[in-house]
C-alpha cells in the first residue's frame, strides 16, 4: 500500500518570492507520483506528473517538482509566484500495477501576499 | 464533452435516511473513484473500480457501498446517513493502464450535509 504526507498545511508567502510545497510518500514497491491542484470553488486538476525518466518535472503555471528516490520525495516548487497561484496543492500517488488505486496526501493550502 | 458527470450537486440528509450518488464518464476510462473530501484531510479514497464489474476497497469505505454497473457508471450509496459523512464527495476517473494517460478526471462535486 502507499500513503502521501504533505508537512505543511498552509503555506505563505509573499507575491515573487520562491515557494516550495513539501511531499513525502512512503510505498514498497515503484510508483507514479503526481500534483494536482484546486483553485478556490473549483474542482482539481492535474498540475505534473512523474512517470519514468527525468526526475525534474515541469508542469503548467511554472511549477515544476523533483522526484528523489532516496529521500522518497516529490517537492513541489515555483521560483516566483503570483497572487493567482493561491489555491490548494495535493500531492498523489499510484503503484505501477494497473490495479493500484491513487491516494492524495491531506494538502496544502498556499497563499499569497501581496 | 461531458467528461464526468455527477449528480446531485447539493443534498441534505437526515440521519439514516439512504441516498445514492451517481457518476458516468463518457471517456472510455477502465478506473473510476469515488473521494470525499474534509477541511485538512485531503480527498480520501472511499472506494474504486479498477475496471467493469471489480470494486475495491479504499481508505475510508465503512458506511459506504458501491457498484460499477457498467463501464461508464460507477455509483455510491449510503445505507443509513450519519453526520460524519457530511462532506463533499468527488467521483473520478482515468485510463490507467496507458501511463503516458495517467490522469484523473474530476466530476464536479456533491456536497452532501447529514443532519
Redesign the interface.
Known amino acids: 500500500a502507499q500513503s502521501v504526507t504533505?508537512l505543511d498545511?498552509q503555506v505563505p508567502v509573499f507575491e515573487e518570492a520562491p515557494v516550495e510545497l513539501r511531499c513525502n510518500y512512503s510505498s514498497s514497491v515503484s510508483v507514479?507520483l503526481?500534483w494536482?491542484v484546486q483553485y478556490p470553488n473549483q474542482?482539481?486538476?492535474?498540475l505534473l506528473?512523474y512517470?519514468?525518466g527525468s526526475t525534474l518535472v515541469k508542469g503548467i503555471n511554472g511549477f515544476e517538482a523533483e522526484f528523489n528516490k532516496s529521500q522518497t520525495s516529490f517537492h513541489l516548487r515555483k521560483p516566483s509566484v503570483h497572487i493567482s497561484d493561491t489555491a490548494e496543492y495535493?500531492c498523489?500517488v499510484?503503484g505501477y500495477s494497473?490495479?493500484s488505486?491513487?491516494?492524495?496526501?491531506?494538502?496544502t493550502r498556499l497563499s499569497i501576499r501581496p | 464533452n461531458a467528461g464526468v458527470t455527477q449528480t446531485p450537486k447539493f443534498q441534505v440528509l437526515k440521519t439514516g435516511q439512504s441516498m445514492t450518488l451517481q457518476c458516468a464518464q463518457d471517456m472510455n476510462h477502465n478506473s473510476m473513484y469515488w473521494y470525499r473530501q474534509d477541511p485538512g484531510m485531503g480527498l480520501r479514497l472511499i472506494y474504486y473500480s479498477a475496471s467493469e464489474g471489480t470494486t475495491d476497497k479504499g481508505e475510508v469505505p465503512n458506511g459506504y457501498n458501491v457498484s460499477r454497473l457498467n463501464k461508464r457508471e460507477f455509483s455510491l450509496r449510503l445505507e443509513s446517513a450519519a453526520p460524519s459523512q457530511t462532506s463533499v464527495y468527488f467521483c473520478a476517473s482515468s485510463a490507467t493502464g496507458t501511463s503516458t494517460n495517467e490522469k484523473l478526471f474530476f466530476g464536479s462535486g456533491t456536497q452532501l450535509s447529514v443532519l
Do not use: D
Open positions: 504533505q498545511s507514479y503526481f494536482y474542482g482539481l486538476q492535474l506528473k512517470l519514468s495535493f498523489a499510484r494497473s490495479a488505486k491513487i491516494i492524495f496526501g491531506s494538502g
